[in-house]
């Protein structure tokens, strides 16, 4: 009989496994810290939602996005956006934007209705996936208060846009490939227990993995809302065979690589690659259901296009005139996109470069008023709606990322890595494309991955928690645990900090909210020249 596995690798002769420790157990007190913090960001979100309106109209960007969305509504599921002549983004965004239109009409309210509630839902998200990865509540909870009180995820919860949707659903999948993550271990776990681990160099099978299933739908809506999320594709494909070869390794598979290889990848490539491309076609169902659609009847008829497209060659015998119409009208977005660059003249006064976002230098001015708005108790007021990111959060990005990937490369830690590959996917790929104009905006999906790892640094700050107490004999009970010293006080840090990052958006309130303010306190609100 094999000698039993040592609890220490300092004990015994047997390989060290991991601890068999697959989530966390604190169940109820983990959902009611979660469903607590969850309606404190629903009441931040919903309250005086249909405030501010250019005179009952939408405001900056919704005045593209909610006319589409409506004409969902109201024609069949497609948009033509007819004062442009073109559609640029996918439909997805717009369908969620139309849900709300539907229930409340064309007001505020439907505008910003599933806005607001895919920002609340993305708090949620947050909280289980930093307690899943860190095995505490309390650190989750710190996640979630953290993005509850991030300006820019904030004024993105109340606007009719597509990025508050963007971030949910890469977040979604972000907490899918982690919760797979755990399922695969506590596989591979039983299947040591069974024996099977050594049966062949590479491993057993894990079997259907519907969690990482799960997350190809959600990064092929994120894909149907803009196509950004293509980089979240490929940096989350990667990250989650990485888990796959580091589990395999961990649970003394002789040849992890190779498993992952024999065993791993055909199906990564199937959850992660092909669900999202069916997802994404599958988003444009109204638009291949309608006639009337915009260039839905492009391939072989010249009268649409000067030249037809689709009548001859390689591909015209293979692939259907619908996908090769929606090609078409991919290919005339994507024009608009490239086209769009500094160096052709385009420019905004807003306009924002990747390297700017980390510590939100540049943010983005949604809404203002002057002249006759009232009700700041001085003769002139001004109402400004500016999506900006909490400085006490976003001005730490530099050093957090130091932090993580320090803990990511020295030390192995793996939740760190995760987060930056999260972050990272959201940011980088735009320095490949600096003439573009671009905008603050776009880095709303890196505020949960940077709330994330600025909670997880807290967790290490805070230390282990102090003991449950010592054995007194054998009748079981404890005397009390002595204090740990190095828990009061990181827990008192944290405590500070995080009161300093509530004080910080309660400051901010008025500029993220329109709420009637002198020209002198408008000014003391932008803390750097390039806030003006």
Known sequence: MPPSRPV????????????????????????????????????TRFVNLNYPTDARTPVFDEKHYAPQAWQMVTGGGVEDNPAYGLVVHPPVGKQFIAI????????????????????????????????????????????????????????????????????????????????????????????????????????PRLGVRWWRFGAGILLGLACGTKWSGMYFIMFFGLMSVAFDVSARRAYGVRKPWFGTAVRD?????????????????????????????????????STITKEPIGTGGFWSHIVPDALRSLWYYSARSLEFHTELTNSSGN???????????????????????????????????????????????????????????????????????????GYGAGLLPWFLTLDRQMYFFYAVVLAPFLAMGVAMILGDILGPARPLGIPRGPTGTYLPAPVNERYSLGLLIASIYLALVIANFVWLWPILTAQPISPASWQDHLWLPSWR
């Not at 992660?272 to 659609?293: C, D, G, H, M």
Request: proline content about 5%.
């Open 347 to 421: 420019h905004h006064p807003w306009e924002s470069k990747p390297w700017t976002w980390p510590m939100g230098l540049r943010p983005m001015l949604y809404y203002y008023a002057d002249g006759s708005v009232g009700g700041c108790g001085e003769a002139q007021c001004v109402k400004a709606v500016m999506a900006v990111g909490t400085p006490a959060l976003w001005w730490l990005a530099l050093p957090a990322l130091g932090w993580m990937i320090w803990r990511s490369v020295v030390r192995r830690d793996w939740r760190y890595a995760a987060i930056l590959v």
């Open 8 to 43: 220490s690798g300092l004990v015994g002769p047997g390989p060290l496994r991991p601890v068999p420790d697959f989530g966390p157990l604190d169940k109820a007190r983990g959902w009611a810290v979660t469903l607590t913090l969850t309606l404190i960001a629903a009441i």
């Open 265 to 301: 990848i055909g199906p990564a490539l199937y959850a992660l690659v092909v669900i999202p491309l069916i997802t994404y076609l599958a988003s444009y169902w109204a638009w291949f259901a309608n006639e009337s659609s915009v260039y839905r009847y492009t391939a072989g008829n």
């Open 100 to 203: 709300s239109e539907a229930i409340f009409g064309y007001n505020a309210w439907g505008w910003r209705g599933t806005a607001a509630l895919a920002g609340t839902i993305m708090v949620l998200l947050v909280i289980r996936i930093v307690r899943r990865m860190a095995r505490s509540t309390l650190i989750g909870a710190f996640a979630g208060i953290l993005l509850i009180a991030d300006g820019l995820t904030f004024v993105s919860s109340r606007i009719g846009m597509l990025d508050i949707f963007m971030a949910l659903l890469v977040t979604a999948a972000f907490g899918c490939l982690i919760v797979d993550r755990d399922e695969v271990r506590q596989r591979l776990a039983r299947a040591e227990l069974a024996g099977r681990v050594g049966m062949t160099d590479w491993g």
